[in-house]
């Protein structure tokens, strides 16, 4: 029986700091407000890039070089790849041979013609023929040109579909690449919405990987709705933004009305587990308050429940306070 009271003297409960014996803690405070925003409708897209090819060759032939892998940036006429150019040579080596030989004869039909002892018509035949073989001649520079496969413009290389002793043909593709320093996102807006949208208007842009919102300049818009989706397809200009690539998902807020709610500054709403709460100032005292929070506009939190206009919510400092201790508000 005497193990009652050992028992219990090892079970004290820590007791509470009366709020009156705790120092007057300074802190700002600001007044709640109710404020308007534009209501806005999520519409998710893909982040692609605004300039984009797929690399081909416009002859056929054997791949001899490829030059590039995946991953590498390039500049503007750099060489990304070359075809066995040997018969494309000899062709050209061939009609560099013919316009000698026609030159040769038009240059002496010239003489005979201007001595009176060549034809009109053969002098003519004799320049036709001048003519047709340095067009075929530069024919086939153009065609060994086309042996040399370089970049249409500033990019990165993203995929490499061919390689070495791979045969090369107009319409295959060899290599992918793009511009990763201008970048748009495109997204399929619901018919319902698609008269919120004019060409030139900015909505903000939320991509995961980015901590603050994009604003999207809206730069194309499809003129006709996708019949069986029933939307239409916008694409908005995205500016160039460290951790932004091209594939990401994001989502673009369309405007569709406005609505009004309680805002307070971000630094005054408190985390604490899954409790939301903020200390207002009444009487002199902090008064702890629990609510609930809706969305974040910028710099503050929209506020559903637990504050009412006008009263003074603490805005620095909060996080030290405790309920019911003496505030010394600064100025």
């Known amino acids: 029986m005497a193990a009652g009271p050992f028992w219990a003297g090892c079970h004290k409960t820590a007791e509470k700091v009366p709020s009156a014996l705790l120092p007057a803690a300074p802190v700002r405070v600001q007044a709640v407000e109710r404020k308007t925003r534009a209501a806005t409708e999520d519409v998710v897209g893909t982040v692609r890039p605004k300039l984009s090819a797929a690399i081909e060759a416009k002859i056929s032939g054997r791949i001899e070089q490829m030059l590039v892998v995946s991953g ?130 900015k909505f903000p842009v939320r991509v995961a990987t980015i901590p603050n919102e994009i604003q999207g300049a809206v730069a194309e818009m499809s003129p006709a709705a996708d019949p069986n989706s029933r939307t239409f397809l916008v694409k908005l200009n995205l500016p160039n933004t460290p951790g932004l690539r091209s594939g990401q998902f994001g989502r673009v807020a369309v405007p569709v009305g406005e609505v009004t709610a309680i805002r307070v500054p971000a630094t005054a709403v408190i985390q604490r587990g899954q409790m939301e709460l903020v200390f207002v100032a009444a009487n002199g005292h902090a008064e702890l308050r629990l609510i609930k929070t809706g969305r974040r506009v910028g710099d503050e939190m929209e506020v559903v429940s637990g504050l009412n206009p006008g009263e003074q919510v603490v805005t620095e400092g909060a996080a030290e306070l405790t309920d019911g201790q003496p505030l010394t508000v600064k100025p």
């Open 72 to 201: 590498q940036s390039v500049k503007a006429g750099d060489l990304l790849a070359t075809l066995d150019a040997h018969e494309v040579q000899a062709r050209l080596d061939q009609a560099t041979a013919a316009l000698q030989q026609a030159e040769s004869d038009f240059k002496r039909a010239t003489d005979l013609h201007d001595q009176k002892i060549l034809s009109q018509s053969e002098f003519d035949s004799a320049q036709s023929k001048y003519r047709m073989a340095a067009a075929v001649e530069a024919e086939a520079k153009t065609m060994l040109d086309y042996t040399q496969i370089a970049a249409p413009f500033d990019g990165v290389i993203t995929r490499k579909l061919a390689d070495v002793g791979d045969l090369a043909a107009p319409g295959k593709t060899l290599l992918q690449m793009e511009n990763p320093n201008a970048l748009r996102l495109e997204a399929d807006v619901p018919e319902a919405l698609i008269d919120n949208v004019r060409l030139g208007d």
